[in-house]
């Protein structure tokens, strides 16, 4: 089983709301990450999660927060978001975080996306 | 810079052989993954490398070079559900971070 899920599916919100993205993983992984990604291209790594710690924070703008609840569980707290903010928002997971020799405890796996509209 | 090089777009018609390449920055390498995504879709992992040669997967491959920093995916039998973009991602020595290409758009033609 190498399942990611996120919730929800589809998210409208204006520049003022606060919202929060969800993923969950059941796959015992001890790494989770945040990615954005924008049509026609590849995926932006936004923050990186290892053993429920915060390890890589890719500058991304504090109207996004990060938090990570318990091993399986993933949020992204948005608040005042820009239109250009507008993406598809991908979770993924992987055995550990990359250390030294690339393989299956280094393999992502994504959820399905969250597509974020910004008003 | 650890640049990803990857054909922005490809042809090929169902039920042929086609090959995608991928050339990235050799150092601090640890190993390179395959990824499709479908249109509005999710990256879903196709294969990965970290010794030199051939991994086969069913009707897809892959194949490295660290020497020349070179990996190629080969897909046969094409078929139409295979229209998609094809990922070329590498993992270098810097934990935790794949540096992801810009993804070729691969069309499958009657």
């Known amino acids: 089983d190498t399942e990611v899920t996120q919730t929800p599916k589809h998210l409208v919100m204006g520049m003022t709301n606060k919202k929060s993205l969800k993923c969950e993983q ?3 992984h001890r790494a989770m990450y945040w990615y954005k990604q924008k049509a026609k291209k590849p995926p ?3 923050f990186v999660y290892s053993y429920e710690k915060l390890s890589i924070n890719e ?4 109207r996004f927060s990060p938090e990570c609840p318990n091993s399986s569980l993933l949020n992204l707290h948005l608040h005042a978001l820009q239109p250009e903010d507008s993406a598809l928002y991908l ?3 992987s055995q550990e975080k990359a250390s030294g020799r690339a393989g299956v405890k280094d393999t992502q796996y994504f959820g399905p996306g969250t597509r974020l509209t910004v008003l | 810079g650890q640049n990803i090089d990857q054909p922005t777009e490809m042809t090929a018609t169902e039920g042929a052989i086609v090959q995608i390449n991928c050339t990235y920055q050799t150092s601090g390498f640890n190993g390179l ?4 995504q479908h249109a509005g879709e999710a990256p879903t992992f196709l294969s990965y490398n970290v010794l030199d040669g051939l991994e086969e997967k069913g009707r897809f491959s892959s194949f490295l070079s660290r020497s ?3 990996s190629y995916l080969l897909l046969k039998e094409l078929q139409m559900k295979d229209s998609a973009s094809y990922l070329c991602a590498v993992s270098y020595n810097q934990g935790g971070k794949l540096i992801f290409g810009q993804g070729t758009e691969l069309s499958v033609k009657p």
Do not use: I
């Not at chain 1, 500058?59 to 504090?62: A, D, E, I, L, N």
């Not at chain 2, 993954?33 to 499709?36: E, K």
């Open chain 1, 91 to 93: 979770c993924a997971s």
């Open chain 2, 68 to 70: 020349k920093g070179y």
């Open chain 1, 44 to 46: 932006e790594l936004m």
């Open chain 1, 59 to 62: 500058s991304v703008p504090s």
């Open chain 1, 26 to 28: 059941h796959m015992g």
């Open chain 2, 33 to 36: 993954f395959w990824y499709q």
